[in-house]
């Protein structure tokens, strides 16, 4: 590159230009909000590229790379290349996983007039891509009817066994949705009896399929909860139970419909269809046959090198504090959305910092930007590397802010733990949007969202933020431009797509790294930690009146309602002290300790006994449920105490457990923020 750190004169130049820039734009475009205040902040907005990033994600998506091939350490020694010749200090963290390609696959349908089709299972013009499977399945083979399950949620089951189906035996057709994550619709089937799996997802690429893992939970199954060292055996019972007992094989749409429209039986229940996209409702049969499927799949399981690649910018000040951002580099095929617009966005943040940093700015506290490997086959390499260093990362771990399929298409998407609400709103009021020339991110995302609160919340396991957040009780942030591109997981996940319809320009691209950047800077330069924890507290508050309504009487939410209270409290008074510490130039020492707090009281979530339903996750607000039907997403040991009692006559007492569990993790929070024994 033409810019040379090596040379004084040059930097200051450089640097007035930037600065000259920054000045210019600030005069000629009036600005609805405050500008950043600090000279690295502008300095770092002012340096963003649209042709940088689209050159990195050209280079990382010119060849599929799936964790464990060759193709795969190729993009993680291009990252590692690339912060090194930023000058900034890489290093690389190996792990050996288990994971699982496939070996063989076949599927043709048995019409009733006795012709038999043939049904391709690969995409069209998609050589040299895996073809289509789903990790973990084991290897079976079935030859029946064929039936359709829809979602294959409880409730379908009950429609259909309601109409006299019976699916024991059969081959099931399901489509993706309804909120089931791949193991749970498997796993709901084979416990129905159905003997082979097949799903589809609806979209615009209709003959496009979905690749995706049936392991349940995360990390290497061979070493759950820990990292390297001892592993399990392969067949231990314990790493079989993380896998559906049936096999099942992605299929796309097209297939699904030649298999659908041939189905005869039972007629589709009418909510079923409304609930279709549009194109399929012409679809009454639901099986079981008289179409027979003859489905076989062989997979093999391996165990492989997986890669985690990290640029370490040393804080000056609070070395021993850490901001985490970090994306995952393997992707199913190309990966151009996912994940690797999230990569080119990291990629460029590297280049920005290493910029400031030339121009002597370092930061406060450490900055760690992860690269992560196998993250498709259950967020492995971040799982294992939390497990790894989990007690480093609860004693010096600020945040961590994760970005996967960074650019989708438009609008704003974040999800974050609600004491980052105000950090993120007042960033997004720094940064331009990218499809609308006047305008700031925050303009646009407020309108499209009529003015309510828009942040989402993080009890999805679909990211590398599930680890720091609900395993390690790390403040976290997830965001995206554009929700459900209709390329995922399939070979179509291109550059080319990305240029012609996600992000012709690379302005969201730009846009993502603004944000993601920002964050990083301000999470690592304030001098008090930018944390609100009266926005926590809200939020809990309107988590105990759902609860209330759906409670009702019965119930007792008074140890939840006394915790709120206190953490109420003890947020109000760290909000007067960050004040008055702001006003007072406080001591390094005073500040320290407040930030301490700040930083702890997401841990105080955490409970040692995780969850009733996967001790993995310790985190009692936000986490995985066991039934999807649960009409709550947070309190996850209440949601699903909740659903046992609704659908199994659970006992009330477990429910009233799980809500005193809930307040005793709000009050250690409490008790963290506040800060004194008692
Ligand atoms: C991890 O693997 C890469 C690629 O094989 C290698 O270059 C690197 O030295 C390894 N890192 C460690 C710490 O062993
Ligand atoms: C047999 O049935 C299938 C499915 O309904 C249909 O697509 C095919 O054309 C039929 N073949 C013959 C020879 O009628
Ligand atoms: C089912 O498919 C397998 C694998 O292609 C094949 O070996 C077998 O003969 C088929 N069975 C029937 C009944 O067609
Ligand atoms: C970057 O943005 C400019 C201005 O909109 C546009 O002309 C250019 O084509 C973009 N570059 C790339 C690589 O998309």
């Known amino acids: 590159m033409a810019f040379s ?24 475009h009036p600005f609805p909000f405050p500008a950043p205040s600090s000279p690295a902040a502008n300095v770092f907005l002012s340096s963003g590229s649209n042709y940088t990033v689209a050159a990195y994600l050209r280079q990382l998506t010119l060849r599929p790379h799936l964790a464990g091939t060759p193709l795969s350490l190729s993009t993680a020694l291009y990252v590692h290349s ?9 290093h690389t963290t190996n792990f050996s996983a288990l994971l699982s390609y496939p070996a063989h696959s076949s599927l043709s349908a048995h019409f009733s007039n006795g012709s038999v089709l043939p049904i391709p299972l690969s995409e069209p013009g998609s ?53 089931l994550s791949r193991h749970e619709a498997v796993a709901n089937a084979a416990a129905h009896g159905v003997a082979a799996v097949l799903m589809y997802t609806e979209g615009e690429f209709r003959e496009g399929v979905e690749r995706g893992t049936v392991m349940k939970g995360v990390g290497d199954p061979l070493s759950p909860g820990w990292a390297g060292g001892e592993k399990l055996e392969p067949d231990d019972p314990k790493v079989a139970r993380r896998f559906p007992g049936v096999p099942s094989l992605p299929v796309s749409e ?20 409304e609930s279709f996209k549009t194109g399929n409702r012409r679809f009454w049969g639901v099986g079981p046959g008289p179409t027979k499927l003859n489905f076989t799949y062989k997979g093999e399981q391996e165990m492989a090198t997986i890669h985690n690649v990290f640029a370490v910018i040393k804080g000056s000040e609070e070395a021993d504090r850490y901001v985490l951002l970090g994306n995952h580099r393997d992707a199913w095929t190309y990966g151009a959305v996912d994940p690797n617009s999230g990569t080119a966005a990291l990629l460029d943040i590297a280049r920005r910092f290493s910029l400031l940093m030339r121009s002597g700015w370092s930061p406060r506290r450490t900055i760690i930007l992860c690269s992560w490997d196998a993250e498709e086959f259950g967020m492995i390499g971040s799982t294992e590397w939390v497990e790894q260093n989990l007690l480093n990362l609860h004693s010096k771990a600020v945040a961590y802010f994760n970005v996967d399929c960074a650019v989708q298409g438009p609008g704003l998407f974040v999800s974050a733990t609600p004491q980052l609400d105000d950090l993120l709103v007042d960033v997004t009021k720094q940064v331009k949007d990218p499809d609308s020339e006047n305008e700031y991110v925050y303009e646009r995302w407020a309108a499209a969202n009529g003015g309510v609160n828009q942040i989402q919340r993080l009890s999805r396991v679909d990211s590398d933020f599930a680890p720091f957040l609900q395993h390690a009780g790390i403040a976290s942030i997830d965001l995206y431009f554009g929700k459900d591109f209709p390329v995922y997981h399939t070979a179509f996940d291109s550059y080319d797509w990305m240029m012609n319809f996600g992000d012709p320009l690379f302005h969201r691209h730009v846009t993502v790294a603004g944000i993601w950047g920002l964050v990083a800077l301000r999470l690592a330069d304030d001098p008090i930690l930018p944390f609100n924890y009266l926005s926590y507290a809200t939020e809990l508050q309107e988590y105990k009146n ?25 947020a109000y008074e760290a909000e007067e002290e960050i004040k008055k510490l702001r006003v007072d130039g406080s001591t390094l020492l005073r500040r320290r300790g407040l930030n301490d707090r700040l930083m702890l009281t997401e841990r105080g979530f955490l409970d040692p006994e995780g969850l009733p339903g996967g001790q993995w996750f310790k985190h009692l607000i936000y986490g995985p449920r066991g039934d999807m039907d649960s009409k709550i997403d947070f309190f996850p040991g209440i949601a ?26 709000i009050q250690r929070a409490a008790s963290i923020l506040r800060g004194e024994v008692t």
């Open 254 to 273: 097209v297939a699904a419909e030649r298999i659908l429209g041939s189905l005869e039986g039972a007629r589709m229940p009418f909510e079923w269809r």
């Open 640 to 665: 699903d105490a909740m659903s046992e009692r609704r659908k199994k006559g659970g006992e009330e007492a477990t429910i009233r457990h799980e809500i005193w569990r809930v307040s005793r993790a």
């Open 82 to 90: 690339h912060f090194q010749s930023l000058g900034l200090p890489a």
């Open 546 to 570: 759902v609860l209330n309504t759906l409670l009702g009487e019965s119930i007792s939410l008074d140890p939840i309602t006394a915790a709120i209270q206190e953490f109420t409290t003890a």
């Open 127 to 179: 050589s040299g891509v895996i073809p289509p499977y789903h990790a973990y399945s084991p290897s079976g083979a079935a030859h029946a009817p064929a039936v359709f399950l829809n979602c294959g949620r409880e409730l379908d089951y009950l429609a259909l066994a309601a109409q006299g189906v019976d699916v024991k035996g059969c081959v099931g057709l399901l489509r993706r949705g309804c909120g």
């Open 5 to 28: 750190g090596k040379n004084p004169t040059c930097t200051f130049l450089f640097f007035l230009t930037l600065s000259l820039l920054a000045l210019y734009t600030l005069l000629h």
